[in-house]
C-alpha cells in the first residue's frame, strides 16, 4: 500500500542544502528522502543513548582554581564531579 506524501516548505542555510545535496547524492536519493529517512531514523527521546547531557559530560571537564570562595561553584563541582587542578 502505498501512502500519499505531503509537501512541505523548509528554510534553510545555503551552505548546509548545497552540503545536503552532495550527500543526498552520494546515497543516491533526493534531498527530500535524505531528510526524512534522518527523521525516521531519530529517536524520539531527547536524551542521547538515554543518558542526559550532564552525566554523559560528568567528570570530563577541569575547572580553574577559583581566588574567593563562591558556594555555588562548589555545589556545581559536587553534583558534576569537577576537580580543580
Given at each position: 500500500?502505498?501512502?500519499?506524501?505531503?509537501?512541505?516548505?523548509?528554510?534553510?542555510?545555503?551552505?548546509?542544502?548545497?552540503?545536503?545535496?552532495?550527500?543526498?547524492?552520494?546515497?543516491?536519493t533526493s534531498v527530500s528522502g535524505l531528510i526524512e529517512g534522518f527523521?525516521?531514523?531519530?529517536?524520539?527521546?531527547?536524551?542521547?543513548?538515554?543518558?542526559?547531557?550532564?552525566?554523559?559530560?560528568?567528570?570530563?571537564f577541569k575547572v580553574r582554581r577559583s581566588t574567593t570562595a563562591d558556594?555555588?561553584?562548589?555545589?556545581?563541582?559536587?553534583?558534576?564531579?569537577?576537580?580543580?587542578?
Amino acid at each position: 500500500m502505498h501512502t500519499m506524501k505531503k509537501r512541505v516548505t523548509l528554510t534553510i542555510d545555503p551552505d548546509v542544502l548545497a552540503r545536503a545535496r552532495r550527500l543526498a547524492h552520494s546515497r543516491n536519493t533526493s534531498v527530500s528522502g535524505l531528510i526524512e529517512g534522518f527523521v525516521r531514523r531519530a529517536p524520539m527521546t531527547r536524551k542521547s543513548g538515554g543518558r542526559s547531557f550532564s552525566s554523559k559530560w560528568a567528570g570530563k571537564f577541569k575547572v580553574r582554581r577559583s581566588t574567593t570562595a563562591d558556594a555555588r561553584l562548589e555545589a556545581l563541582k559536587s553534583r558534576y564531579r569537577l576537580e580543580e587542578p
